[in-house]
């Protein structure tokens, strides 16, 4: 059953646009695997991959615009706490799954780990801070990354974040309050970058902060584009943008990063999304879009818990360079097959659980309670 269906009018989805959805698809797979290659390739100018990582600037610009396009126009009808409910029915089931699958690899982690060094109280504890998306910085053997059990959470609490500031404000601020909020984020990135030599920090404790300015540029980038309607038409069709955004990811890693990773992030995204959002897309790969858009979501928040235990395989047995490579392709596909059941058996039907109880709560209050 569509769950657009069911919904009262005011709160039905907008159509998609298809190849931004796709693009999503591809930026999801590079970062997944960027976290493989990283491990083997601790020297980020000898991965091929080595800027997959900005995949997630990727996203957030993707999530402005579509924000923008959902909600400018009617979030004031359907009024704020059901934008929020909304938004968590959406996002929340997979941060959920993302914490538990992360939990059970940290206890049974078949090549290593050492869940015995830490109290039972301090293992809840990061699972109930990481299920409710609660920065806690504090297992060691998870690099100290913002949420113990799923690390790619970071970019989910700067997701919310940024939703309850759309919410109290930027729905409300004219083009050019906008544009300056974006000429101080983009200020932002590029001093973060300079300080730290490129744009990886906002996962973990120590780098807390360099997520604030990674989703605040993205976010309004992707929200200024909608408003103003800069969509470039185009004939580049889904193959073409999609090798455009790869590009991106397999820029070499160089002393230079400073300066191409700002320029990446603050120009050619947006054109990117820009250019995404003209295309035309063919009829035959539709649905190959659309797919890749809705299994984004969860292979992103699903894949750090194999993760974890491929980094613990490659430290204590040093595969071959044939015998690595089968396993991350093997790996991959594996990831992609393991997120496909986690949408069907657990996300859509939780969300399709969520959307209908609101439906008809919507519907007793519209009918005066009867």
């Known amino acids: 059953m569509d769950l657009n269906k069911t919904a009262p009018a005011i709160l039905q989805t907008k159509q998609h646009f298809d190849i931004l959805d796709g693009l ?7 970062v997944v695997t960027f976290h493989f290659m990283e491990w083997v390739y601790t020297d980020s100018s000898k991965n091929s991959i080595g800027h997959g990582f900005l995949a997630v600037d ?30 968590i029915i959406r996002l929340h089931p997979m941060v959920i799954a993302g914490s538990v699958l992360g939990l059970l690899a940290f206890l049974f982690d078949p090549f290593g780990g050492h869940p015995e060094l830490y109290s039972t109280g301090k293992i809840v504890l990061a699972f109930i801070c990481s299920i409710l998306l609660i920065p806690f910085p504090v297992i060691t053997d998870r690099g100290f990354n913002l949420f ?5 959470s970071w970019s989910l609490f700067w997701e919310y974040i940024a939703n309850i500031v759309y919410a109290f404000v930027l729905y409300r601020i004219s083009r050019g309050y906008l544009l300056l909020l974006i000429l101080l984020s983009a200020v932002a990135i590029c001093f973060v970058c300079y300080r730290s030599g490129n744009l ?21 980038a992707g929200l200024l584009i909608y408003r103003s309607n800069l969509i470039i038409k185009n004939k580049l069709g889904f193959i073409g943008v999609a090798v455009l955004l790869f590009l991106a990811f397999i820029v070499p890693s160089s002393k230079w990063n400073w300066l191409s990773e700002p320029l990446i992030v603050l120009l050619y995204f947006p054109l990117l ?26 292979l992103y928040m699903t894949h750090y818990a194999a993760l974890w ?39 859509i039907p939780v969300r399709k659980y969520l959307s209908n109880k609101r439906n008809e709560r919507l519907a007793k209050q519209k009918n005066g309670g009867v």
């Open 148 to 152: 113990s059990f799923n690390a790619p």
């Open 273 to 298: 999304l820009a250019l995404g959002a003209g295309a035309t897309l063919s009829p035959g790969l539709k649905k190959f879009c659309v797919f890749s858009g809705k299994l984004s979501y969860p």
């Open 58 to 87: 990727f996203f957030f610009c993707l999530s402005g615009f579509v924000i923008g396009y959902a909600y400018d126009d009617r979030i004031a009808k359907i009024g704020i706490l059901e934008f929020f409910k909304s938004r």
């Open 24 to 30: 999503r698809g591809v930026a999801a797979l590079s």
């Open 309 to 347: 235990m491929f980094g613990n395989y490659y430290t204590s047995h040093k595969p071959g360079t044939m015998q690595l490579a089968f396993i991350i392709t093997a790996g991959v596909i594996l990831l992609v097959g393991a997120s496909y059941l986690v949408m069907v058996i657990y996300d």
């Open 200 to 220: 990886l920090g906002g996962w973990s404790g120590p780098t807390f902060w360099d997520g604030s300015a990674r989703i605040s540029y993205s976010f309004l």
